[in-house]
């Protein structure tokens, strides 16, 4: 079946460092979705990339979707102790009803 | 606007005993998944309804897990009986059309322990 993998399984970055994960899918992929879950909490949706080659933007983090449309990455400039948590891409499988969830990168930032 | 409500938050229960799980979706929405996570690892989807219909159920253990949507609203899912592995985090999400291009909302999730 589908995978979707995701590199690094877990990085413990200082506070002002700048962090990326990446995605990979096994499967070209029509669109991704990236979600973020705090320590104890749900995921929470952040953004959808749809086109080839997209970036994103929203402050400090970056989104982007590969040109070949099989992965994907996420950075996050100068991080800060709010950014902690799980970072989930998801993306849909074959029949595209429903989403994948890769395997996320836990982020910890020290003060 | 409300979001996803779920309950119970936390159950225990030992293995062989059977639990269930209740979801109140967005307003509005058609379609609500349920997801199990095991620590450390994503969300896996267990069942996915639209409306009051099943999408997906192919990761579903049928022998033992049971879910319904039976007004097109509110959902239930049931364990019976539990093995110690079903100690996981249950999610519920909802989403207002189906697919994999919306945007999923999910509750706080219900973290059960079987001992």
């Known amino acids: 079946g589908q995978q979707v993998m995701q590199i690094p399984q877990y990085q413990h970055v200082q506070e002002g460092e700048d962090f990326t994960t990446y995605c990979n899918s096994s499967?070209?992929?029509?669109?991704i979705q990236w979600y973020k879950q705090r320590p104890g909490g749900h995921p929470v949706f952040l953004i959808q990339l749809v086109k080839s080659g997209e970036v994103k933007k929203q402050k400090r983090l970056t989104f982007q979707f590969g040109e070949a449309k099989k992965n994907s990455s996420l950075h996050i400039t100068a991080t800060q102790t709010t950014d902690v948590g799980t970072y989930f891409c998801a993306g849909p499988n074959t029949g595209f009803q429903k989403l994948v969830f890769g395997t996320g990168t836990r982020l910890l930032v020290s003060p | 606007e409300a979001g996803v409500a779920q309950s119970p938050r936390y159950k225990i229960i030992e293995k062989r005993q059977s639990v269930a799980f209740w979801c109140n979706p967005i307003?509005?929405?058609?379609?609500l998944y349920w997801y199990q996570q095991i620590l450390g690892q994503g969300p896996k989807l267990l069942i996915q309804?639209?409306?009051?219909?099943?999408?997906?159920d192919s990761q579903l253990p049928k022998d033992r897990f049971s879910a319904e949507r039976l007004k097109g609203v509110d959902s239930t899912l049931k364990i019976q009986p539990a093995k110690l592995e079903d100690s996981a985090v249950y999610l519920c999400?909802?989403?207002?059309?189906?697919?994999?291009?919306?945007?999923?909302?999910f509750g706080p999730g219900t973290r059960l322990t079987v001992t």
């Open positions: 499967t070209t992929l029509s669109n």
């Open positions: 999400a909802s989403s207002l059309m189906g697919g994999s291009s919306y945007e999923q909302y």
């Open positions: 307003s509005g929405h058609a379609t």
């Open positions: 309804f639209q409306n009051n219909g099943v999408v997906d």
